[in-house]
Every structure is written in C-alpha cells, then in structure tokens.
C-alpha cells in the first residue's frame, strides 16, 4: 500500500463571488484508514470541505490530490468517494435492498454481483434480513445503516459523513457513534466525520481538524486536541476550561492570579505574556487552607455524575470546577492542582510553532 497520503489539500481557497473566502489557503493530509473529523462551529468550511473532496464543487485557487494525482475538475461521479448526507438521502420508494443497489445498478453490474455486493454491505452494518422492509419502516439508526451500506457497496477509497447523527436522539446517538467507529475499523476505509458536537469528535476520531473562520486553529489526536489546545477559541471549544492570563517567570513556572506556580512548560521568554488554560475535571476542592487559590461559590448544578460549581477568585477571575464533591453557595473553598494541569498557551502562536517548542522539549512522541 502507497505510503502517500490519500488526500491533500495544497493551499486551497474556496470563494463563492466576491463574497469573502469560505475557505483560506488550507493545507493537510489525510492517511489512508483513519478516522478524521472536521469539527467546527457553523459557517466555519467544514462542510466546504467535504464538498471540494466530493467534487461538488471546485476550489477557486490550490490544489487537491486524490493517491497522489490533481481532481480539481474531476466530476464527482468519477471519484472514488461516497457521501453519507445528514438526511441520508435514500429514496422512500424503494425498499432496502434497491436503495444499496442503486449505484450498483447504474454501474450495470451483473445481477448476481449485485445481490453478493448489497448483501455483503448489509452484513457489515448489521441489517441481514431486511432486504425487504420498506425504508419509511426503519427507525433512524436503521436508516443511518442504510445509507452507510449503500457507501460502503461501492467499494469507495474515502467515506464523507456530514453530520449524519444529528437528527437523533441522545441515546441513539451515542450508540451511533460505537458503531461507526467499529465499522470504520472493520471495513478498513477512510472516514472523514463533519460536525460541531466536541464530545462526538473527541470520542469517534483517529485525529481532528478544529476549524474556525476558513482555516485549521488545530490538528491533532483528540488527547492532543484536549490536552495540549494551541490557542483560547481551540481551549473554548474543545470541553469547557478556565482561561485566565498569565506571565512566564522562566522554565517550568509561571505566574496568574497574582501567585507563582509550578508548571511545566519552558522554552518561552521570561516575563512573556501567555495565556492558562485549566480543565475544570483538574481542579479539586478542599479546605481553604489546603488550595492553591481561594474561590467563593457562586452557583452550583449537579450534572448527575459530577457538580458543576461555578465561583470568583480574589482577581474577579471566574472558575468553573467539575466535582463529585458538593460546595454551598456563599462558601470560600480552595482548589488545588498539579503542575500538569497548568497548560500555558503563548499568544499568537502557530500550530508549526507550537510543534516545534514541544518537541524542544519532548513534548512529543514519535512512537507510533
């Protein structure tokens, strides 16, 4: 198998008139048999995207490659990628069966082939036996599979999801998302997951791309992501995290809330301006004389596995901490952390940048 990447973006631009770019100037790879999810607020080009990688629509300036070669011009019907649409545009007039067939037949394929082909998709999605029901007779799961069998029957080099487990509900959803990440595994193909829900794209994806405005904030594993956010809209959106501004005072300490901590980052000037990013999962109560900073209550919700407590520090600086511990309103608790909590993000910093400075510091692993 080619070690080339099976897609690439060359600085690609997309403007529709003269209207300002959807897209700008973005570049990135995609690796044969993984899981990537475009994941970013709306308007951001997510979708542009998957639509430039579908060939229904071109880019106004770059490139793009498919196993090595350009497609900018090349139709849609002639690349080797299916699309699985939010609505999962099947046909309700046809049953089950004809709805996977449906590119099968057009391809004028041998009737024989075309039964061992659909039944083999419907296998793989878990829908043996129902080649008969009639598609306004399937729960949503059952037509997500649908249009995920008719994908895969194909045989396409990439699948192209777009937001297709946003119409249900909770509970659906999630045991959508367990299924879709084991079928991507088994079957071997490329995904390439679009949508705006983080825990959906923390929990399904091989790697991520946060999108903001037109260009890539990030890309990464969602540890990476979540871990390591290069700059406050990644930290904002990814989770939930307390944002507060800091002062590097050298090597593995740095300065907020008027206090000097231990942490550890370096690498960064000294009296450099940052910004401190700490999940709220990493913030423990205890007594006041046992935290690192003192926090008055201001609200506090359980959220059914933990309480959500939201206080001020002395500096007017607002904390939101995670606990299983409750907390009164009204109350001045402490909150401690470790050093590894303590992510601090340099302002302005590129995500080429900010590689760089981690592997300074072996910030990074090359095991894989």
Known sequence: MSNQPIIRFEKVTKQYDNNSPVLKDVSFDIERGRFYTLLGPSGCGKTTVLRLIAGFTGPTNGNIYFDGKIINRLPANQRQVNTVFQDYALFPHLNVFENVAFGLRIKKLKKSDITSRVKEALRFVNLEGYENREITEMSGGQRQRVAIARAIVNEPGVILLDEPLSALDLKLRTEMQVELRELQQRLGITFIFVTHDQEEALAMSDEIFVLNQGRIEQSGTPTDIYDEPINRFVADFIGESNIVPGKMLGDFRVEFVGKSFECV???????????????????????????????????????????????????????????????????????????????????????EEFDKRLEAYGGTDDAD
Request: glycine content about 10%; proline content about 2%.
């Open 265 to 351: 980052d370096q690498g960064l000037q000294t009296n450099e301006q940052v910004e401190i990013v700490i999940r709220p999962e990493d913030l423990e109560i205890r007594k006041a004389s046992e935290g690192k900073l003192l926090v008055r209550v201001d609200s506090q919700l359980f959220r059914g596995v933990h309480y959500e407590i939201i206080g001020h520090d002395e500096a007017g600086n607002r904390w939101l901490v995670h606990s299983t511990r409750k907390a009164a309103v009204g109350e001045t608790i402490g909150l401690y952390f470790d050093p590894e909590a303590i992510h601090v993000m340099r302002l302005g910093e590129t995500e």
